[in-house]
């Protein structure tokens, strides 16, 4: 599942992020055409889970100047300009760029595209000290293999009393090491049962895994696992404080063995986080 020439992993953990990024941004510019066109401006995933609760914690508001984390082919940024930010949104993969570029044909005076990685201390600080009212970053960090330099950063360049609003897969219950399963049985009165959840065969210690994520991609990508601790732990050493959290889930359950069928677990978790001091 992990390229040993590019990575070095110990209890789990990528030590190595430097060398290992090049791989990860290679493996989205060979998709990231095919996601753009299948994603469009939001799956119903991002719809229904990810959206609506990023909308909440979020609490846009005209003018402000927002920073798209890992904006991909810049829907989310669309969405936000459209809605009277400003946005300066950033990916590290110049494909995606190039989509969101290409789709981008209302609001071209509220968003500026960048290409820019997250890991980069330089890069990041370059954007600006103090000068953002809010970030957001959807359903990044697990894709990344380091969240450190980001979080460091984030806390400068936020204005005081800004916020980070990011989305993420739940940590507990949406990792490489989780299985969705349907099990036929019988009910107290002996009809047939078909029972659907996860099984959790690990949280603690789970090692940075290719997986897919869309149907019919033409190749995997990783995912770097990350307990609730570990999520936390850079931000929280950063002087950022936990303001909202919000889990997500699909209300309408669907037959089939995805997301949809488990009503009762949340794929996605949705935090807004505050800087608390400098």
Known sequence: MTNS???TVTGGHVTDSTRFNQEVRELWDQKATFW???YGEGNEFHKTLIEPSVERLLQLKPDEMVLDIGTGNGAFARWMAA???RVLAFDFSTVFLEQARKRTTEHTDRIEYLTIDATDEAQLLALGIGRFDAAVSNMVLMDMASIETL???LAKLLKP???FVFS???PCFNSNAVDIFGEVGNDAEGKV???RGVRVRGYMDVPPGKGGGMPGEPNPHYYFHRPLHELFAPFFAAGFAIDGLEERSFTEETESLDWGSIGQIPPVLTVRMVPVRR
């Open 5 to 7: 020439s590019l990575l």
């Open 36 to 38: 753009s066109e299948r």
């Open 83 to 85: 809605r009277g930010a």
């Open 151 to 153: 979080a460091g950063c």
């Open 161 to 163: 009393d800004g916020r």
């Open 168 to 170: 993420i897969q739940h």
């Open 193 to 195: 049962k078909i029972t």
